[in-house]
């Protein structure tokens, strides 16, 4: 059970994570071979990121009272 600060900063958590998921997938589009290549990278890490934290909001339940 999760007391209500560490709810908070999980919410918080999930969404941060997925804003950059959809800023990093914007990124890996530049036009600038390097960049795109160093977004594409650091994409990977942030959906693995993403998942993990949408894995604990299942297991809490709290994905489904927010969603």
């Known amino acids: 059970m999760l007391n209500n600060q560490d709810q908070e900063n999980l919410v918080k958590s999930s969404q941060t994570a997925n804003l950059l998921v959809q800023d990093l997938q914007a990124l890996s589009r530049s ?33 489904e009272e927010r969603a």
Not at 42 to 61: C, D, N
């Open 31 to 63: 036009e600038n071979p390097l960049l795109s290549e160093i977004a594409l990278e650091a994409l990977q890490q942030a959906v693995l990121l993403e998942k993990r934290l949408s894995r604990i909001e299942m297991i809490t339940g709290k994905k």
